[in-house]
């Protein structure tokens, strides 16, 4: 039986994502144990690994099996533009973090994000080696497995630590230094997915990098259910259209920052 | 019964410290349920707890009493200095990575090293709330609780991730941007014996920092073992007094970055 848009429910679409999520993982951890298969994209730290397809392929079946009429926006392949954000989108990241998957097999996570006329509806972040999967969404509130969290303190921006794209922070694009030196720290985990899952349980205040539409949708639905703020870090809004300076924060430390930088 | 220096084996001693840093895990984690009490030290971001200063008084307290005759270097209050290293040294880390253990309650270790003459016998670095405790030594191996570790590949400088302090990858200090733009990657934890552990599963080539004593010894010990080199940056040994540049990495990768910095 298909299920069309209109007549599930968040709680079926939740569990049955939260299925595939599980499944995936599974094919991760499978994977992994064989031989990688590693190919360069854009650079020499740009890579991709079967393991990335694989579970790419098998997201997009699922969905597009049971939602032909939604829209995919996902990392790899010809799935990585997309023209508009109108109707169903979902955001796909199989693998985030791939340079932590390929050294580390661990510290990465595989991220679902839906997306309704371009507002967030639904976030997946599934910390496969922790068996931790983030999840929640507009109104749902924001859960690890089956326990709801709690809202982090609404901090400001000197009072924790913030998680900065070490690259952007050299360059000091945007004037970040600025963001870091006020800080109590920074810090570096090499995965978008993690920095929302640390923002998520209130050990970082805020994350700055250089992000694409699927390494930020399923975090932003999230953090927001959450009270937090996200942009470009020029203050504009996410345009979910290729790579972009992207900006997370508590609402106390993201109006900080916009004043300061 | 106290057993002196000459009548202990390694195993004997091995178990002792487990059971005393078993017991401070406790005591850290029954601690943080309270309120924490924070001070700051040299700088708004160099902070001690009473956390910090009760397992120290625990640990200080089980050494001084089973072995009088013993040296102690610990980083709080009185203990944070010793004019040399003959005889058995114990330096201590009671909370490595305070801030994430104030801003996180987690990403934080306890750590010992046992030294003799000045040449490392044994390490422990725990884990506390992953209850991952990392110990070995001299000829003994390296364990992550009761399973013996693989030595990781000797892997080049190039070829995966470094850990690396930002306030000195931000300054270039020893032209460490170089490091950084070689690999595949730089990542900051925010606790050395994090760093440590990463490199001791294989997850980072090389860690780059500015340590005190009690920071580098245990990890040192450890990682030696599975044939990484450990020096100040400047490639002179390790002094044992006071903050220094430090740099740990495979055989191979440091040999290059002695070339390169």
Not at 100 to 114: D, K, L, P, S, T
Request: with cysteine; hydrophobic share 40%; proline share 2%.
């Amino acid at each position: 039986m298909r299920l069309g848009r209109s007549n599930m429910t968040n709680d079926l679409l939740v569990q049955k994502v939260k299925t595939w999520l599980y499944k995936t993982g599974e094919l991760a951890k499978k994977l992994e144990k064989s031989q990688l298969q590693i190919t360069t994209k854009s650079s020499r730290n740009d890579v991709v690994t079967n393991v990335d397809k694989e579970v790419q392929r098998f997201l997009v079946a699922k969905i597009e099996s049971e939602f032909p009429e939604d829209k995919i926006l996902a990392e790899e392949d010809e799935k990585s533009s997309l023209v508009d954000m109108s109707g169903r989108v979902w955001l796909i990241d199989p693998i985030d973090g791939t340079l932590n998957f390929v050294f580390q097999r661990e510290n990465f996570a595989i991220m679902i994000g839906v997306y309704e006329d371009g507002i967030g509806k639904l976030g997946f972040i599934y910390d496969v080696m922790r068996s931790e999967l983030y999840w929640g969404g507009a109104g749902l509130g924001v859960f690890c497995n089956e326990n709801k969290l709690e809202s982090p303190k609404n901090s400001g921006a000197k009072d924790g630590l913030w998680g900065i794209n070490v690259g952007m922070y050299v360059q000091n694009v945007g004037n970040i230094q600025a963001v870091g030196e006020n800080a109590m720290g920074v810090r570096m985990i090499g995965s978008a997915g993690l920095e929302f899952i640390s923002m998520l349980k209130g050990n970082t205040i805020g994350y700055i990098s250089n992000l694409y539409p699927w390494d930020y949708a399923p975090g932003v639905v999230l953090i927001k259910e959450f009270g937090f703020k996200a942009s470009g870090l020029d203050g504009l809004a996410l345009t979910f259209n290729g790579q972009q300076y992207f900006i997370a924060a508590t609402t106390q430390a993201y109006n900080e920052i916009m004043k300061m930088c």
